[in-house]
């Protein structure tokens, strides 16, 4: 079964899918293991999911009690109340979001040159209403803060308070290496299991929806976390693929205690949109 889109937004997409994934041929190299029709009651029951992740307020905790608790032993933790103020809680959603930006093209994935493939909003939103891609395309744009329409975004949030310390600040604009994203995207979509390049780490804001995560003890053997052979397809390198194949192994007792992930619970939402900031000191 294929998405009901009109004819513009299926060429569009459609390009996009082939510059983005050119080893998947056609609408069916993209749903061929119909993952959008099965039950991933595994990620989603939260008798199920253990959620591990301890939280904390950013109206109770002091910058350096977050320093000396958190950043210097680099514990993972989810921060509240620090998104009260921002406009994008509001301004974020899919109809806003589709009329503000209509016409500016996002980034959601590259070529196998390494060159940006991109989809205007007005596209891209139709497309994940709508997709069943078994692992679809995602907004992942870290430029849109140089662009003079999508810079707009900007001023719809602020850096929280724990983070504002960034040494990067001083090689300039010009010269430091990318440092922050807006990201959007349908369920089954996301990032593989990987490490953040050059050492870096992040914080990352979630606006709507929900991202699952599932952080490693950066000593985990990279054997244990890899996909058995023959096992998804086209998808194996897809965070879709990972999380179904992968991921419930986590969970059982016979996995090494040292080497649990921590977790948090998944909540009924079928659409992510989110700011990722890297974290520089």
């Given at each position: 079964?294929?998405?009901?889109?009109?004819?513009?937004t299926?060429?569009?997409v459609?390009?996009?899918?082939?510059?983005a994934?050119?080893?998947?041929?056609g609408?069916?190299?993209w749903?061929c293991?119909q993952?959008?029709?099965?039950?991933?009651?595994?990620?989603?029951?939260?008798r199920?999911?253990r959620d591990?992740c301890?939280?904390?307020?950013?109206?109770e905790?002091?910058?350096?009690?977050f320093?000396e608790?958190?950043?210097?032993?680099?514990?993972p933790?989810?921060?509240?109340?620090?998104?009260?103020?921002w406009?994008?809680?509001?301004?974020?959603?899919?109809?806003?979001?589709y009329?503000?930006?209509?016409?500016?093209?996002?980034?959601?994935?590259?070529d196998?040159?390494?060159?940006?493939?991109?989809?205007?909003?007005?596209?891209?939103?139709k497309?994940?209403?709508q997709?069943?891609?078994?692992?679809?395309?995602?907004?992942?744009?870290?430029?849109?803060?140089?662009?003079?329409?999508?810079?707009?975004l900007?001023?719809d949030?602020?850096?929280?308070?724990?983070?504002?310390?960034?040494?990067?600040?001083?090689?300039g604009?010009s010269?430091?290496?990318?440092?922050?994203?807006?990201?959007?995207?349908?369920?089954r979509?996301?990032?593989g299991?990987?490490?953040?390049?050059l050492?870096?780490?992040?914080?990352?804001?979630?606006?709507?929806?929900?991202?699952?995560?599932?952080?490693?003890?950066?000593?985990?053997?990279?054997?244990l976390?890899k996909?058995?052979?023959?096992?998804?397809?086209?998808?194996r390198?897809?965070?879709?693929?990972?999380f179904?194949?992968?991921?419930?192994?986590?969970?059982?007792?016979?996995?090494?205690?040292?080497?649990?992930?921590?977790?948090?619970?998944?909540?009924d939402?079928?659409?992510?949109?989110?700011?990722l900031?890297?974290a520089?000191?």
């Amino acid at each position: 079964m294929e998405a009901a889109w009109d004819k513009r937004t299926r060429e569009r997409v459609n390009e996009a899918r082939t510059r983005a994934r050119p080893e998947l041929k056609g609408e069916l190299g993209w749903t061929c293991l119909q993952l959008a029709s099965k039950s991933h009651s595994h990620l989603t029951d939260t008798r199920l999911v253990r959620d591990s992740c301890e939280r904390i307020s950013s109206l109770e905790v002091s910058g350096p009690a977050f320093a000396e608790l958190y950043e210097r032993p680099s514990v993972p933790v989810v921060i509240t109340d620090d998104q009260l103020e921002w406009e994008a809680s509001k301004k974020w959603t899919l109809e806003r979001l589709y009329r503000k930006y209509r016409n500016q093209r996002f980034k959601c994935g590259e070529d196998n040159d390494g060159y940006s493939v991109k989809m205007k909003m007005k596209y891209y939103v139709k497309y994940m209403e709508q997709t069943l891609d078994d692992s679809p395309l995602y907004i992942f744009d870290g430029s849109f803060g140089d662009h003079t329409k999508k810079k707009k975004l900007l001023e719809d949030f602020q850096v929280p308070k724990y983070f504002r310390d960034d040494l990067f600040r001083y090689a300039g604009e010009s010269k430091r290496p990318p440092y922050r994203w807006f990201v959007m995207g349908p369920a089954r979509s996301g990032t593989g299991i990987h490490v953040d390049p050059l050492g870096t780490s992040a914080w990352n804001a979630l606006v709507r929806g929900h991202k699952r995560w599932a952080l490693f003890p950066p000593h985990t053997p990279k054997e244990l976390l890899k996909l058995p052979p023959g096992v998804g397809g086209n998808q194996r390198d897809e965070a879709i693929a990972w999380f179904l194949y992968v991921f419930p192994k986590t969970q059982d007792a016979s996995w090494p205690r040292d080497l649990k992930p921590v977790c948090e619970r998944w909540t009924d939402s079928r659409i992510l949109i989110m700011i990722l900031s890297e974290a520089n000191e």
